[in-house]
């Protein structure tokens, strides 16, 4: 049987410098990871890259940093091929990658409609397409989506619009792969208490969303915490290999289907 734990194995995180990304660098490498691609897309997260992979290193594990714009599909391959040189083998793929936008959806621009989907659905179909070349058989790949993909709101038609893709790019890589034994999940978090969330939001959205799960109540914000996500994701690309093809929702009750 293959092992399914992290030991010895090596890992590519799309965002993998700060917020969740960040997070789950670090667990990976403190759950024994042998290497960690930590990929940022602009120069103003170096400085938080550079801090990850400091920490991925502190915990055992190798570790390098590299910039690359994802919806670029050469962008994505040098991202792996790095990672290929660096460590000589993948194991695990993680793209945490994405961009919000809420307005109504009479006011959405063609610029902005096109960035959205490069972002979020352009770069994850090809970041998953690179890990089923390069991946090592018996490996996982996990997409963070949202838990938005579920709700009946308004102002969110791109955003959800924009990740929905994934599920299908999810279903399709997982009968594709799963001859070789490669597992492929998305998860979709609930509003997550980072700085990714608040931008969209107004004081008055803020703070029904922090009251909209099941379990608000048990969290600092009322919202998903990034260290609830985490765990899951490495459960996924171990343990839990036996699930794939699918979506599973980790919102504390914020919406299901």
Not at 10 to 23: M, Q, R
Not at 136 to 160: H, K, R, W
Not at 217 to 229: A, F, H
Request: include cysteine; hydrophobic fraction near 45%.
């Amino acid at each position: 049987m293959p092992d399914r734990s992290l030991h010895g194995k090596t890992v590519v995180i799309g965002g993998g410098a700060k917020n969740l990304g960040g997070l789950i660098s670090r667990e990976l490498a403190a759950g024994g990871a042998a290497g960690i691609a930590v990929h940022y897309n602009s120069d103003a997260t170096r400085a938080a890259a550079e801090e990850t992979v400091a920490a991925v290193r502190a915990a055992g594990a190798e570790a390098f940093a590299h910039q690359g714009d994802l919806t670029r599909p050469a962008e994505v391959a040098k991202l792996f091929d790095a990672a290929l040189a660096a460590f000589g083998k993948i194991d695990i793929a993680v793209n945490t990658t994405g961009m919000v936008i809420k307005k109504p959806l009479v006011e959405v621009t063609e610029a902005e409609y096109d960035r959205m989907f490069a972002v979020n659905s352009k770069a994850a179909f090809f970041f998953i397409q690179e890990a089923g070349k390069k991946l090592a058989d018996d490996g996982n790949i996990c997409t963070i989506v949202s838990s938005l993909l579920a709700a009946y709101t308004p102002f969110y038609a791109v955003y959800p619009g924009s990740k929905a893709p994934i599920e299908h790019f999810t279903r399709a890589a997982s009968k594709e792969l799963g001859a070789r034994g490669i597992s492929v999940n998305a998860v979709g978090p609930g509003p997550m208490d980072t700085p990714f969330f608040y931008p969209a939001e107004s004081q008055e959205s803020a703070a029904y969303h922090a009251t909209a799960a099941a379990l608000s109540g048990r969290t600092k914000s009322g919202l998903t915490e990034i260290r609830d996500i985490a765990p899951l994701v490495r459960f996924l690309v171990t343990e839990g290999w036996w699930i794939t093809g699918q979506t599973l929702f980790a919102n504390g009750g914020y919406t299901t289907r």
